[in-house]
């Protein structure tokens, strides 16, 4: 059931603060954290304060909540260049299994200079 799913998932306890997070940004509907191992420098993650493994199971009132959350986070990044990825399933490389967009700066050589 998603309730067992939830209650092991590592995400559902990064909400909760079972598990430590460097917390950027809270919604009502969604919390936003570094990622632990990241693609560069402020890759961070987005996620919805609700157990959903794949974007088409979660409600949409979640959905769109993240992505204003995503975006301020670029903004506050100033980023320049960056992606905003989705995965949902394993050969779409989705290792965990809760609904996250990763925000991931893409520096410029300047950037790395500075
Ligand atoms: P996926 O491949 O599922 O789209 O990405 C999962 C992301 O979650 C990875 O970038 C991974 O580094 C990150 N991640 C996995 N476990 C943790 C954790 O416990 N804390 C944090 N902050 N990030 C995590
Ligand atoms: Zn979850």
Redesign the pocket.
């Known amino acids: 059931s998603a309730a067992a799913n939830s209650a092991k998932c590592?995400?559902c306890?990064?909400i909760k603060g079972e598990?430590p997070?460097?917390k950027l940004i809270e919604t009502n509907l969604s919390y936003a954290?570094?990622?632990?191992?990241?693609?560069a420098r402020g890759?961070a993650?987005v996620i919805p304060k609700y157990h959903a493994e794949k974007l088409h199971e979660l409600p949409d009132e979640y959905l769109a909540d993240a992505l204003p959350v995503a975006k301020k986070i670029a903004v506050a990044q100033g980023a320049e260049n960056y992606n905003i990825?989705?995965?949902n399933g394993r050969i779409a490389?989705?290792?965990?299994?809760h609904v996250?967009f990763?925000v991931v700066p893409k520096p410029s050589a300047s950037d790395e200079e500075g």
């Open positions: 590592i995400f306890k990064i598990i997070s460097h954290f570094l990622d632990i191992n990241p693609l890759h993650l990825l989705q995965n490389h989705q290792f965990v299994d996250h990763h």
